[in-house]
């Protein structure tokens, strides 16, 4: 099975920037899916197709895809960005294809 | 305006039935395909079945294959998650998402618990 690797968690301070990774085996030839989860919430799209932000995702996120690892960058964090964030790609290769990262909880200074 | 309602979840004892309903509106939902996905207390997301746009195509999970059966009723606007011989391992808020292409879930209901004890 396919395996995404996320750090548990992330702190950054406001107005900074926090980088989230997601690591996995050639992952820069599939497509990667971001979610932001607050506490208590459903997850929400904040990134599909590697780079691309659903309507109504501030600018301040984005995304990048290449090699082994995928990453999801918030410029200007906000306390509002406190939340979970997971990585999903799904797997062609295998029957079982949903693939989703353990988490990454962001903690807001 | 989009929106997909759970229902179903519940206390059952290990070993019991539950059958999950995911109700669809504001979308053509026999258009896209859809995805039911649990998150354990504390734990991260967990991909559990697709079913395709016309219920063609059908994947599991490897913990839940052969006790779970994901189905869909077009003209119902229904998505379905028959659960047997459930575990205590299968505790979860149970979501069902709408995909599209490589995404498991463009949009999210607010999820239905399960809960599995004696």
């Known amino acids: 099975s396919y395996v995404l690797t996320q750090p548990p968690s992330v702190s950054v301070a406001p107005g900074k920037t926090a980088t989230i990774t997601c690591g996995g085996n050639n992952i820069g030839s599939k497509s990667v899916q971001w979610y932001q989860q607050k506490s208590g919430q459903a997850p929400v799209l904040v990134i599909s197709?590697?780079?691309e932000r659903p309507s109504g995702i501030p600018e301040r996120f984005s995304a990048s895809n290449s090699g082994n690892t995928a990453t999801l960058t918030i410029s200007r964090v906000e306390a509002g960005d406190e939340a979970d964030y997971s990585c999903q790609v799904w797997d062609t290769t295998t029957d079982h294809p949903g693939v989703f990262g353990g988490g990454t909880k962001l903690t807001v200074l | 305006q989009m929106q997909l309602v759970e229902s179903g979840g519940g206390l059952v004892k290990p070993g019991g039935s539950l059958r999950l309903s995911c109700a669809a509106s504001?979308?053509?939902?026999?258009?896209?395909?859809m995805n039911w996905i649990r998150q354990a207390p504390g734990k991260g997301l967990e991909w559990i079945s697709h079913i395709s746009t016309g219920g063609g195509t059908i994947y599991y999970a490897d913990s839940v294959k052969g006790r779970f059966t994901i189905s869909r009723d077009n003209a119902r606007n229904s998505l379905y998650l028959q659960m047997n011989n459930l575990r205590a391992e299968d505790k979860a808020i149970y979501y069902c998402?709408?995909?599209?292409?490589?995404?498991?879930?463009?949009?999210w209901g607010q999820g239905t618990p399960v809960t599995v004890s004696s």
């Open positions: 197709y590697d780079v």
């Open positions: 504001g979308f053509i939902f026999s258009d896209y395909s």
């Open positions: 998402a709408r995909g599209q292409g490589y995404i498991l879930g463009d949009y």
